[in-house]
């Protein structure tokens, strides 16, 4: 059964960066699909980024797109997401995901812990 374990969430002030790692467990993700997704409180949950494994070619909400950069590291076994220029609207709890390519379907249907980002003005 998949697994997927999100980390690197935490504070920062507006402008700052962090770095988000998914490590993922029992699933062969490569050449497949890997989204990431955020839930703020109050407000559904909302697609970020994905990136297909094995062709990378990586999608981005508008409200990320300039700032935020999807990744996969196949030695490592995760997707991780780097977050520049972060700003308030961006505080949320992340979770990783495996996607339908070209979707936002959860393709297994399970979700992380998820971490939480903090993004202070």
């Known amino acids: 059964q998949a697994q997927l374990v999100e980390s690197g969430g935490g504070s920062v002030q507006a402008g700052g960066s962090l770095r988000l790692s998914c490590r993922v467990s029992?699933?062969?993700?490569?050449?497949?699909?890997m989204g990431w997704f955020r839930q703020a409180p109050g407000k559904e949950r909302e697609g970020v980024a994905r990136i297909h494994t094995g062709a990378s070619s990586p999608y981005y909400a508008d409200s990320v797109k300039g700032r935020f950069t999807i990744s996969f590291d196949n030695a490592k076994n995760s997707v991780d997401l780097q977050m520049n220029r972060l700003i308030p609207e961006d505080t949320a709890t992340y979770y990783c995901a495996v996607v339908n390519c070209g979707t936002w379907d959860n393709r297994l249907g399970a979700w992380g812990q998820g971490t939480l980002v903090t993004v202070s003005s």
């Open positions: 029992g699933y062969t993700y490569r050449y497949s699909c």
